[in-house]
């Protein structure tokens, strides 16, 4: 049986090529990481937003909005959309876009693919550069949870609306971009990333017990882009000593489908997430995720890439 063996490693691009292949290939890295003050939350980000308290403050309102996470990377944002009505036609220059649907139904029109309807539980996708647009079907509101990137402002095809309204000192003009993929064109959807998944249907319907499909999907995963569902059984919560692991520069977030997840994040404490909740984590903060006790839970993992760099503590053999 083979043992872990830890390599001490300085780090610089340099004495990383000066190690041997086989020495790369060993199960744990130790090394020197900088460690900063953990970056502070400040609104409207919040280490975890209900979705009770964000309802109960909308509570009689047809159309309303609720800005959720506001950071360099990420804007996400509670919509919620009126029966009979839509949005225009737009897209996204450089970022995929993300919902999940909450309530209602809405009918997506994204270029290239079947017009399709999405209920609860829906995660959506739309490439950079696709132009999309989306109407409440149904007598009912819609509802969704919207991720796009942070300070960025939607284009729109020029479809007869007129020039949009800027914000934030930002105004509109017109533009023109190549069709090929150096410096324009639309991205694409690949065996990666899809349209949508329905994920009471195709993942609870068929996996009640979370003991038959991988507990680690990706549903959005590209270089700049990461939505990963990750689904178990319950687990005893872990002592305050597994602290988990932070990000240099990155932040993280998650939206909770299904059952209770429980985060233990450093200067915030243990807290438990529920179904339609969002915890967010900023840079150089200790984090914990794990799946609460007696049940089965779900949380979507949104951070800048697979392979984005967790520091776990040097006893923790690079786990947690």
């Known amino acids: 049986m083979k043992t872990a063996s830890i390599v001490v490693v300085v780090v610089s691009a340099a004495s990383l090529l000066a190690i ?6 060993r199960k744990v890295f130790i090394s020197w990481t900088t460690k900063g003050a953990p970056v502070p939350y400040s609104a409207p980000n919040k280490p975890i937003t209900r979705i009770a308290d964000v309802l109960a403050k909308h509570k009689g309102q047809a ?3 609720e800005d959720v996470i506001q950071t360099e990377r990420y804007h996400a944002s509670w919509i919620q959309m009126g029966a009979g009505k839509k949005t225009r036609s737009q897209f996204y220059g450089d970022d995929r876009t993300a919902w999940v649907v909450w309530g209602g139904k809405i009918r997506f029109h994204i270029f290239g693919q079947q017009p399709f309807v999405a209920s609860k539980g829906f995660l959506v996708q739309v490439p950079l550069r696709v132009p999309y647009w989306m109407e409440t079907a ?3 509101p819609s509802l969704r949870f919207e991720v796009t990137r ?12 007129g020039q949009p309204s800027g914000q934030n000192g930002q105004h509109y003009v017109r533009i023109s971009y190549p069709p090929r993929p150096v410096g324009g064109g639309m991205g694409t959807y690949d065996a990666d990333n899809k349209p949508y998944l329905d994920f009471f249907k195709e993942v609870v319907e068929a996996d009640p017990t979370a003991i038959k499909l991988p507990r680690l999907h990706f549903f959005m995963k590209d270089a700049d882009n990461q939505a990963a569902t990750i689904r178990g059984q319950g687990v005893a919560i872990p002592p305050d000593s597994n602290k988990g692991h932070f990000h240099i520069a990155n932040d993280e977030f998650w939206f909770i489908p299904e059952g209770k997840t429980a985060y233990l994040i450093e200067s915030v404490g243990l807290i438990t997430a529920g179904p339609g909740d969002v915890v ?3 840079p150089n903060r200790w984090h914990r995720a794990s799946f609460a006790p007696g049940q089965v839970d779900t949380r979507i993992a949104f951070n800048r890439s697979p392979s984005m760099l967790h520091n776990y503590a040097e006893d923790a053999g690079g786990t947690q």
């Not at 942070?150 to 609306?161: C, E, Q, R, T």
């Open 280 to 282: 967010l984590v900023p």
């Open 150 to 161: 942070g300070g960025a402002l939607p284009s729109y095809p020029l479809d007869g609306g």
């Open 20 to 25: 041997p292949a086989a020495a790369q290939d």
């Open 63 to 65: 159309d309303w909005s």
């Open 138 to 140: 149904g007598d009912e």
